[in-house]
């Protein structure tokens, strides 16, 4: 177990509950969106908070857990009022995690240090682009701003995660970039009928919560 004590302690109970939410939501993705499905979906990340909290993780690192929590909670009801409250906890959350990771930065040196790191970074430019030029044209005139400016705060989150030595929030923020963007195509650019639907909601949920996860093990054990 990676925390101290066996399955019964605390810690690890915690992070095995989180994991069994997680799996049993990717078995639920497609049924109907029901009270006990969100429940579901927001517990997975909601018992990583917890996690965070029992094991003396920075609050910043819990913050954006809860509120993330919430944004999925949200983002799994239909209807624009629930993207958009999903969309705001998830921008909030962000914010959270950019602020976290240039306290715990280990410098922009790095970026000189270590190419491979610019490399991501232009990478992570090119992917915001492209998502910003292929969303603009799809959505509605109310969405363009908070999205746009979703797009800017998620990249900026990128970056940031960039400035650490710990892979494991490095690669964190790159499943999380790349959740969002199957994410945002699931939604604006495939057709109701797609046959990509249902590969790409598997997909979203299993690349985002190992990003939760990676981000969370990462300033638990690193």
């Not at 997975?44 to 809860?66: K, R």
């Not at 240090?113 to 915001?128: C, K, Q, S, Y």
Request: no cysteine.
């Amino acid at each position: 177990m990676p925390f101290p004590g066996g399955i019964d302690a605390n810690a690890n109970a915690t992070l095995l509950f989180s994991l069994a939410a997680a799996v049993i939501y990717a078995f639920t993705i497609d049924m109907p969106p029901k009270l006990a499905r969100s429940a579901i979906k927001a517990l997975a990340v909601a018992m990583l908070a917890v996690l965070a909290s029992l094991q003396g993780g920075p609050w910043l690192l819990v913050a954006a857990l809860a509120l993330s929590a919430i944004g999925d909670a949200l983002l799994s009801r239909d209807g624009e009022k629930a993207f958009v409250g999903g969309l705001a906890s998830f921008l909030v959350a962000h914010g959270l995690y950019i602020a976290l990771f240039l306290r715990s930065s280990d410098g922009v040196g790095l970026f000189l240090a270590e190419p491979w790191r610019a490399a991501i970074a232009g990478a992570m430019a090119v992917f915001a682009l492209t998502m910003l030029f292929a969303l603009w044209r799809r959505v509605g005139p109310a969405l363009r701003l908070p999205i746009s400016v979703y797009i800017a705060t998620i990249f900026a989150m990128g970056i940031s995660a960039l400035t650490l030595s710990n892979f494991w929030v490095v690669g964190g923020a790159v499943l999380f970039m790349a959740s969002d963007g199957l994410l945002a195509s699931e939604k604006f650019l495939l057709t109701a009928i797609s046959p990509h639907r249902t590969w790409t909601r598997h997909a979203v949920w299993v690349l985002y919560y190992a990003a939760q996860l990676g981000i969370t093990m990462g300033f638990l054990l690193g």
